[in-house]
């Protein structure tokens, strides 16, 4: 079960020019006879999961009951450490277009893939031969010819030419082993087929071998399944005293739409959710004591868009197995130390 939101000890609050109470109090010692030791089951039951909003391409959920440093964990695990499948190497047999081969070998890589990566291993180095088990190969194959018969005072490109834009739906996917079988139904592809990558023009060229292989963030940002992750606090607006009438208009005009109402002449906080916490309320004299601006500690508001590779909904899951997987590696690490020195003793 959540704790209140006006406990203060939960607040971190928004002054007009600084924030106050930054760190938390609820520690060890601090307050005479209260136990704040770290405890399990307390930890359970103050422990508050909410999905909020979930599309097909994001989800917002609420986290309560964790330290900053465990959100900010999972949310930099998301980011850099969650793996994906993008290109890595790429043949360029012919490119007479107008731009650079590394620039469009650069665009082409960053292109998000349509790829499982749990369907793949990762590389066993950087100079292993490429396998079915570890690779996947896509050709890029386009040439812009003059379509016949177009009258000669016709400026749009898409009626005078044959494949002028490039479009990474052209990407084709070159199975190889048994690869046909293990991607049934579900062909390897971009994310989104209508990414540009190139404009070409009469009797212009490219011809590309691609490889894509499994990575982390951490090595490069095109292997991050995440366009964004971040999170918030949630805003906690606390009325001092009534608002006067004549003032309550513009009151409600000093937050975002929605947060504020208007029932029976009274001030409503309707939605603090929606609250940017910008601190326009604090600005004005008349309001400067009746009102005070907080955000909660401990309850974080997640926003995570995935770029496509994952459904939104298992981004977060993925995150915590490789958490899981980093303390057991920890917590063998340390059975190992403990061990060296009870034989060296």
Same mark, same amino acid.
């Given at each position: 079960?959540?704790?209140?939101?006006?406990?203060?000890?939960?607040?971190?609050?928004?002054?007009?020019?600084?924030?106050?109470?930054?760190?938390? !109090?609820?520690?060890?010692?601090?307050? &005479? #006879?209260? *136990?704040? +030791?770290?405890?399990?089951? /307390?930890?359970?039951?103050?422990?508050?999961?909410?999905?909020?909003?979930?599309?097909?391409?994001?989800?917002?959920?609420?986290?309560?009951?964790?330290?900053?440093?465990?959100?900010?964990?999972?949310?930099?695990?998301?980011?850099?450490?969650?793996?994906?499948?993008?290109?890595?190497?790429?043949?360029?047999?012919?490119?007479?277009?107008?731009?650079?081969?590394?620039?469009?070998?650069?665009?082409?890589?960053?292109?998000?893939?349509?790829?499982?990566?749990?369907?793949?291993?990762?590389?066993?180095?950087?100079?292993?031969?490429?396998?079915?088990?570890?690779?996947?190969?896509?050709?890029? !194959?386009?040439?812009?010819?003059?379509? &016949? #018969?177009? *009258?000669? +005072?016709?400026?749009?490109? /898409?009626?005078?030419?044959?494949?002028?834009?490039?479009?990474?739906?052209?990407?084709?996917?070159?199975?190889?082993?048994?690869?046909?079988?293990?991607?049934?139904?579900?062909?390897?592809?971009?994310?989104?087929?209508?990414?540009?990558?190139?404009?070409?023009?009469?009797?212009?060229?490219?011809?590309?071998?691609?490889?894509?292989?499994?990575?982390?963030?951490?090595?490069?940002?095109?292997?991050?399944?995440?366009?964004?992750?971040?999170?918030?606090?949630?805003?906690?607006?606390?009325?001092?005293?009534?608002?006067?009438?004549?003032?309550?208009?513009?009151?409600?005009?000093?937050?975002?739409?929605?947060?504020?109402?208007?029932?029976?002449?009274?001030?409503?906080?309707?939605?603090?959710? /929606?609250?940017?916490?910008?601190?326009?309320?604090?600005?004005?004299?008349?309001?400067?004591?009746?009102?005070?601006?907080?955000?909660?500690?401990?309850?974080?508001?997640?926003?995570?868009?995935?770029?496509?590779?994952?459904?939104?909904?298992?981004?977060?899951?993925?995150?915590?197995?490789?958490?899981?997987?980093?303390?057991?590696?920890?917590?063998?690490?340390?059975?190992?130390?403990?061990?060296?020195?009870?034989?060296?003793?």
């Amino acid at each position: 079960m959540s704790r209140s939101l006006d406990d203060t000890r939960r607040h971190v609050q928004v002054l007009p020019e600084r924030i106050g109470a930054v760190a938390g !109090s609820e520690f060890p010692g601090h307050y &005479p #006879g209260e *136990d704040h +030791s770290w405890n399990l089951q /307390k930890f359970k039951e103050n422990l508050i999961t909410s999905v909020q909003r979930l599309t097909p391409s994001t989800v917002e959920f609420d986290l309560v009951g964790v330290d900053a440093s465990i959100a900010n964990a999972l949310r930099r695990v998301m980011i850099a450490e969650v793996p994906t499948i993008a290109i890595e190497e790429i043949y360029v047999w012919n490119n007479t277009s107008i731009m650079q081969d590394e620039v469009l070998c650069h665009r082409v890589g960053l292109v998000p893939l349509k790829i499982d990566p749990r369907s793949l291993k990762y590389r066993p180095s950087p100079h292993s031969a490429p396998h079915e088990t570890d690779t996947i190969v896509f050709d890029l !194959s386009v040439r812009c010819d003059r379509k &016949p #018969g177009v *009258d000669k +005072s016709e400026k749009d490109p /898409k009626k005078l030419y044959y494949d002028s834009n490039v479009f990474t739906g052209m990407m084709k996917w070159s199975p190889s082993g048994d690869q046909s079988k293990k991607y049934k139904g579900k062909n390897p592809k971009p994310v989104d087929k209508d990414i540009l990558l190139c404009k070409l023009r009469p009797g212009q060229q490219i011809d590309l071998h691609c490889f894509a292989r499994k990575g982390v963030g951490m090595d490069h940002a095109k292997f991050s399944p995440v366009a964004t992750a971040s999170y918030r606090l949630l805003p906690h607006i606390i009325l001092r005293e009534p608002i006067p009438i004549e003032h309550q208009e513009k009151f409600k005009n000093c937050f975002p739409e929605g947060v504020v109402e208007i029932e029976n002449d009274q001030v409503v906080i309707k939605n603090p959710r /929606k609250d940017t916490v910008s601190r326009e309320v604090l600005r004005h004299p008349e309001f400067s004591d009746k009102v005070s601006l907080n955000r909660i500690r401990d309850h974080f508001i997640f926003n995570v868009e995935s770029t496509g590779q994952y459904n939104p909904e298992e981004l977060v899951p993925e995150a915590i197995k490789i958490l899981l997987n980093k303390i057991t590696a920890v917590e063998e690490g340390l059975d190992k130390l403990f061990a060296t020195e009870g034989q060296v003793a």
